[in-house]
């Protein structure tokens, strides 16, 4: 979660949705994402809302609190069924996310999910991920998770070379996200993700090869991997200010990916999104591709983001201030913006572009056409999918992404 909020437009006090919103929600499946915002210790290149204990000491009390998060959470759950009203969908996934979900009890990560099974209802086979620091759970806490009905696991390990988790602040040691896989395995977990960050300062290619290799000997069924943003305001941010570590460029990145892709590829991963492969289809997070492909999700926790029905809104930051409006009986919500035509357009290429499968020509306008063109004969997307209607990334173009984005929605 973003610890920046955008504008918008006041939020109901209720919470209430414009009909449209709800129009062939049928059609569409339902997701819920639940922020957890607690951290032992803060990243220093994380730019999401998440807090400390010395963060939340003296800034919202007891509302703040941990120890009451759970019931909290479940109120959000709770005031989505009155929003949502009759609307019959079962949930498809859950997703929960952080902070560090995992340093909760695993017995209320399972409340936070019981509330939706109460509430909504899981579809059958629903996908159930939780994140996890390594260092956060241990064998009885992965057996408590898969008992509560989590069936996916996202490990954060980043890298496997202890003085690049140095400078990403990370508390773990190198070996114990391998650790977790086994341990998450013989839990019963059927899905299990390592999330791995590539061009911190100080990281060599061989560095960067040695936590790939690390990671696919722990025998996961997906992999994400993230190049490093130094966002403002953080640590690492500061710290390259003040030159005390180098900044990685662009092209180092590009060689990184290359390094991800030829090292995933020869061990049976398959990319279906830029920074996303699996070993199988039935392995890819079902949560995230929800996401790209413009569902709709309900986004439960501080400074936790939802779209319905073309609506998306975005809660208050602070535990605090969150838990207040709910015990008031107030949404969380800090404002809230209806979708054009046109903004649904663009989002479906920036975010289908990303995937596989790629987007739909018919969504470009003449000039975006004109640039898909120039595109494919430059070998950024692939030619037979885009004879078919398609624009598919190619490798290189998996490079240029973001880039090839910008011509297309012109």
Not at 73 to 102: C, M, N, Q, S
Not at 345 to 350: A, F, G, S
Request: a negative charge.
């Amino acid at each position: 979660m973003p610890s920046v909020l955008p504008d918008g437009e006041p939020m109901p006090e209720d919470g209430a949705l414009p009909p449209q919103a709800l129009a062939a929600s049928g059609q569409r499946p339902l997701a819920f994402y639940l922020h957890v915002p607690y951290c032992a210790t803060r990243c220093g290149y994380c730019d999401f809302n998440t807090y400390t204990a010395s963060e939340l000491r003296g800034s919202g009390g007891a509302l703040a609190s941990r120890e009451n998060y759970a019931d909290t959470l479940a109120e959000e759950v709770r005031l989505a069924r009155k929003v949502l009203g009759a609307d019959p969908r079962p949930v498809e996934t859950v997703f929960i996310g952080g902070g560090t979900p995992t340093l909760l009890p695993a017995a209320d990560l399972g409340r936070m999910l019981a509330a939706i099974r109460e509430e909504f209802g899981l579809a059958p086979g629903a996908e159930i991920t939780t994140e996890a620091n390594p260092d956060s759970v241990d064998p009885r806490y992965l057996d408590e998770l898969r008992a509560a009905g989590f069936n996916r696991i996202s490990f954060g390990m980043q890298s496997a070379r202890p003085h690049v988790l140095r400078i990403l602040d990370r508390t773990h040691t190198p070996g114990r996200p391998e650790a977790c896989v086994a341990e998450a395995r013989a839990a019963g977990f059927e899905h299990i993700n390592l999330d791995l960050i590539y061009g911190t300062p100080g990281e060599s290619d061989e560095d960067w090869r040695a936590s790939l290799d690390a990671a696919l000997g722990a025998g996961p069924d997906h992999v994400s991997a993230y190049a490093l943003i130094v966002e403002e305001g953080t640590q690492l941010a500061r710290r390259i200010r003040r030159g005390e570590v180098p900044m990685t460029d662009d092209d180092v990145h590009a060689d990184r990916y290359l390094i991800a892709e030829e090292r995933l590829a020869a061990a049976g991963f398959h990319w279906y999104e830029v920074s996303n492969w699996a070993t199988t289809p039935d392995a890819r997070c079902r949560h995230n591709e929800l996401y790209w492909r413009g569902a709709d999700w309900w986004g439960a926790g501080p400074g936790a983001h939802s779209h319905v029905g073309g609506v998306r809104w975005w809660n208050v930051k602070h535990p605090g201030a969150y838990a207040q409006a709910l015990g008031e009986g107030r949404s969380p919500g800090a404002g809230r913006e209806i979708l054009s035509a046109e903004d649904r357009r663009v989002e479906r290429i920036l975010l289908e572009l990303r995937l596989v499968d790629g987007c739909p020509l018919s969504l470009l306008k003449p000039a975006g056409t004109a640039a898909a063109e120039r595109a494919l004969a430059d070998g950024l997307l692939q030619p037979e999918p885009y004879a078919a209607g398609r624009a598919v990334l190619t490798l290189r173009g998996r490079l240029l992404a973001d880039a090839v984005v910008r011509d297309l929605v012109d």
